[in-house]
């Protein structure tokens, strides 16, 4: 642990939209770990802090993934001729069920927490599955290999089969001590999960919202997804204003609630959510790969939404936040045709914002590498991506726009999570 | 070269939408490199043939690129955020001028062979640019490497800045002498490449047209990608019936033309494409990157016109031929979700079949690993997507589909190029 000064092709997005790209520059992050800025020269005050030279690589932000699911890791890639209600029954349900099994649940986590660090998402926000132990077991392994962010060991109680159902009772109890429990973790903090309100009674979202109260704790869980889902929720609850009143009216939202995916949140819905502070998690790659749809994005951008990307894993295939990146830019391009261009398609910039800079927000701090953020930055070769070599004309911008399209989780060569 | 029994799990597409799985199966190649056949044990009359046991390796049908621009390869995930006609001006006509120069197209198309190949992609149809003695380099190289297919000398006599634009003499006499050196090649064939209706005169038209008839040869271009082409296609061309008359009214619309994208193709256009044995070479990648649509590939399927797919590079940010099926299934999906489910998405074996069994019969072949065919075949190692490792419950067909999903050029541990 020392002070050093990284030297690099730095990119950052200290604003929604704008890069700031710096060749040959340097970011000082102090022995805490927090940065202390970002230079084209060195000033005097760091001159005798040690300097790690990257030559070429490109120094930038780490990514969060805002919305996915742990025990759904060993199904990235299947079933994805199927849509969500029966992929839940077909493959979810029984995959989340062999988590009761701690070994398993210990082999499985680890990978996915080496493969999620190593692709440089450090932070976001996970579910598990209705098991506390192993729950308790994927808070610690995430902890031990860096990340950081908020696990929720999810709450079901009908509409599963019986081998992934709880009772309301037993639901809150568990969520109960996996708080306690989690609490003391340093990195890792407990999030209400209801997985969304098929699967809770008015009984257990009633308890879970007063357990978020009692406690102060977010709250995460799905929104307006598929539309046999919402035909199914105004079945399931025919007295409710909308589907976000399904939660609402329970204390599951409220300020830095987190609703996964919000394709089909109407008027209504997206005012409640500005006015209450939720967030919209956009999943672009699930909402294609199980065939939901395409949430306007640019639309709760304009109103003052809080927007961020999630991967969803395994509903999207992809784990990789870059890929969910330039699904996120697809699919808004998409939009763009759709509307008669009248919701301009996502930059390139503003896609890596969303993945980035937005969710950082969610977890305290400033945009891009703002002084006193933890340094939480992945360091990429993108040579590969260079077939004329050194001598190519492209700009570092350039450079950054073809490395989020192209890169994979080899080209990643560093990963800070916060420390030094 | 000997006679070769390859064992390992195997997956070929004999049929539009099927998917042949054999476990531990086999598959003899003779040492002229041709299919002797599929089996689930070994036939008596191959006891002698020697065995090459690839374990639990998957060996599936390598790709065909139906559409795609070598010179290009440059600009791989640059300009994203730009549509078709700016993208040529500020990007695509500068790079392409640069393969002038014979040392910067050897290094540049020695890398994209590479990298075509290493990732399985062993056939295609290719645009090179305007310039014949480097588009000449170019069918030495991708022969060297083991590819096969087909590669234009691209003809442009307008609408394109100088320094990338050629007289309609010069570029028919150019494209004579491309013509009789390329037919030499053993692997690669000529084919009659008009850029666009926009790029071409009707003096140019013409004369390609008489070329193909004189020598017999193929044509591929591009028709209805995107809606401002099509209006300037309009202007241009007032007297024309529609996009597809402007090729046809010179004779470049007939049996095995390829045209790429076809994305606003109406009933008339498709109707002469049945009718006329033209093939639509659907790029899913090229067409949401810059924005162009989403082409209705099951209604060309349905109404029995020939569909492949093309990675587009670098209209497409990829040119991993997996990324482009998967792409492809992901597009079909929202067309799927915008015509209220009419046109239904394409499945994994469909997607799979389109990128190979289908441009096979280009070439000559029949579907799938048929015997007498030459083995055009890639083998996978996808470990690494079973993080329960072996004592996974997965079947064959559920591994090749996630395969599909996940796969990138490093998990392919071996390329048949049709010789053994």
Same mark, same amino acid.
Not at 173 to 197: G, W, Y
Not at 207 to 234: C, F, P, T, Y
Not at 405 to 417: G, L, S
């Given at each position: 642990?020392?002070?050093i000064?990284?030297?690099?092709?730095?990119?950052?997005?200290?604003?929604?939209?704008?890069?700031?790209?710096? #060749?040959?520059?340097?970011?000082?992050?102090?022995?805490?770990?927090l940065?202390?800025?970002?230079?084209?020269?060195?000033?005097?005050?760091?001159?005798?802090?040690?300097?790690?030279?990257?030559?070429?690589?490109? !120094?930038?932000?780490?990514?969060?993934?805002?919305?996915?699911h742990?025990?759904?890791?060993?199904?990235?890639?299947?079933?994805?001729?199927?849509?969500?209600?029966?992929?839940?029954?077909?493959?979810?349900?029984?995959?989340?069920?062999?988590?009761?099994?701690?070994?398993?649940?210990?082999?499985?986590?680890?990978?996915?927490?080496?493969?999620?660090?190593?692709?440089?998402?450090?932070?976001?926000?996970v579910?598990?599955?209705?098991?506390t132990?192993?729950?308790?077991?994927?808070?610690?392994?995430?902890?031990?290999?860096?990340?950081?962010?908020?696990?929720g060991?999810?709450?079901m109680?009908?509409?599963?089969?019986?081998? !992934?159902?709880?009772?309301?009772?037993?639901?809150?109890?568990?969520? #109960?001590?996996?708080?306690?429990?989690?609490?003391?973790?340093?990195?890792?903090?407990?999030?209400?999960?209801?997985?969304?309100?098929?699967a809770?009674?008015?009984?257990?979202?009633?308890?879970?919202?007063?357990?978020?109260?009692?406690?102060?704790?977010?709250?995460?869980?799905?929104?307006s #997804?598929?539309?046999?889902?919402?035909?199914?929720?105004?079945?399931?609850?025919?007295?409710?204003?909308?589907?976000?009143?399904?939660?609402?009216?329970?204390?599951?939202?409220?300020?830095?609630?987190?609703?996964?995916?919000?394709?089909?949140?109407?008027?209504?819905?997206?005012?409640?959510?500005?006015k209450?502070?939720?967030w919209?998690?956009?999943?672009?790659?699930?909402?294609?790969? !199980?065939?939901?749809?395409?949430?306007?994005?640019? =639309?709760?951008?304009?109103e003052?939404?809080?927007?961020?990307?999630?991967?969803?894993?395994a509903?999207?295939?992809?784990?990789?936040?870059?890929?969910?990146?330039?699904?996120?830019? =697809?699919?808004?391009?998409?939009?763009?045709?759709?509307?008669?261009?009248?919701?301009?398609?996502?930059?390139?910039?503003?896609?890596?914002?969303?993945?980035?800079?937005?969710?950082?927000?969610?977890?305290?701090?400033?945009?891009?590498?703002?002084?006193?953020?933890?340094?939480?930055?992945?360091?990429?070769?993108?040579?590969?991506?260079?077939?004329?070599?050194?001598?190519?004309?492209?700009?570092?911008?350039?450079?950054?726009?073809?490395?989020?399209?192209?890169? #994979?989780?080899?080209? !990643?060569?560093?990963?800070?999570?916060?420390?030094?």
């Amino acid at each position: 642990m020392a002070d050093i000064l990284f030297r690099g092709n730095i990119v950052h997005a200290p604003r929604f939209g704008e890069l700031q790209c710096i #060749e040959h520059g340097y970011i000082a992050v102090a022995q805490n770990g927090l940065v202390e800025g970002v230079f084209s020269d060195i000033p005097d005050r760091f001159a005798d802090w040690q300097v790690c030279d990257l030559g070429e690589l490109i !120094i930038t932000q780490a990514f969060c993934d805002m919305h996915f699911h742990a025990p759904q890791y060993t199904l990235l890639g299947l079933g994805m001729d199927m849509q969500l209600l029966d992929w839940l029954q077909h493959y979810t349900f029984p995959e989340e069920a062999r988590f009761a099994d701690a070994d398993f649940a210990a082999r499985i986590y680890s990978r996915l927490a080496d493969e999620l660090v190593a692709g440089g998402t450090t932070r976001g926000a996970v579910f598990s599955s209705l098991h506390t132990d192993t729950t308790l077991l994927l808070c610690q392994i995430l902890e031990s290999k860096g990340f950081s962010g908020f696990v929720g060991k999810v709450n079901m109680d009908r509409n599963s089969p019986d081998y !992934i159902r709880e009772t309301a009772a037993q639901s809150l109890a568990d969520t #109960e001590r996996f708080v306690a429990q989690c609490s003391l973790s340093e990195r890792i903090k407990p999030i209400i999960t209801p997985r969304f309100t098929p699967a809770c009674s008015d009984e257990l979202m009633r308890g879970l919202g007063a357990l978020a109260a009692k406690h102060g704790l977010r709250v995460q869980s799905h929104l307006s #997804e598929n539309m046999d889902e919402i035909k199914w929720v105004q079945q399931l609850c025919p007295d409710a204003k909308g589907y976000w009143h399904t939660y609402e009216r329970f204390g599951l939202f409220g300020e830095g609630a987190l609703m996964g995916h919000c394709v089909y949140s109407d008027d209504e819905e997206r005012r409640m959510m500005a006015k209450n502070g939720v967030w919209a998690i956009h999943c672009p790659y699930s909402n294609v790969d !199980i065939a939901s749809g395409i949430m306007h994005t640019r =639309r709760f951008i304009d109103e003052g939404i809080h927007v961020a990307l999630g991967s969803d894993i395994a509903g999207g295939a992809s784990l990789f936040m870059p890929h969910v990146i330039a699904a996120a830019i =697809r699919s808004s391009k998409l939009n763009w045709l759709k509307t008669v261009k009248k919701e301009p398609f996502l930059t390139v910039a503003e896609g890596f914002y969303l993945a980035t800079s937005a969710p950082a927000a969610y977890f305290g701090d400033a945009a891009g590498f703002a002084v006193g953020n933890p340094f939480q930055a992945i360091v990429v070769d993108d040579s590969r991506f260079a077939p004329e070599g050194q001598g190519e004309r492209r700009s570092l911008e350039e450079r950054f726009e073809r490395m989020i399209y192209r890169m #994979e989780p080899c080209d !990643i060569k560093q990963v800070f999570c916060g420390r030094v």
